[in-house]
């Protein structure tokens, strides 16, 4: 069965890191773009970060960039989202999903379950 699992979520305090995972299974991640999406409270639409499956360019939303970083590791057939300089506006539930595409759009293939940040202040 073909599907996305994120892990590393969890409770830190603010200004702390995480690094979430974004592995697949039943298919090789390399050929699709991959974003991460959150959901919490005014937290809606579009991915904060995507990577591309064509040349590895990557794209951040203002809310992030500079704090997150989003790469590839191929080996493993994951996804890696390191997220640092945390603060509470951050808290939410986040998922990753993948295009068989060369840039992130929609409709998403496959979508992760989700996993919880919390961040205290």
């Known amino acids: 069965q073909s599907q996305l699992v994120e892990s590393g979520g969890g409770l830190v305090q603010s200004g702390g890191s995480l690094r979430l995972s974004c592995a697949a299974s039943?298919?090789?991640?390399?050929?699709?773009?991959i974003g991460w999406f959150r959901r919490g409270p005014g937290k809606v639409g579009d991915a904060f970060s995507c990577?591309?499956?064509?040349?590895?360019?990557?794209y951040y939303g203002d809310s992030v960039i500079g704090r997150f970083t989003i790469t590839r590791d191929n080996a493993k057939n994951t996804v890696l989202l390191q997220m640092n300089s945390l603060q509470p506006d951050d808290t939410a539930v986040y998922y990753c999903?993948?295009?068989?595409?060369?840039?992130?759009?929609?409709?998403?293939?496959?979508w992760g379950q989700g996993t919880q940040v919390t961040v205290s202040s």
């Open positions: 999903a993948a295009v068989l595409a060369a840039l992130c759009q929609r409709p998403y293939d496959y």
């Open positions: 990577i591309s499956s064509s040349d590895g360019n990557t």
């Open positions: 039943g298919f090789t991640l390399d050929i699709y773009a």
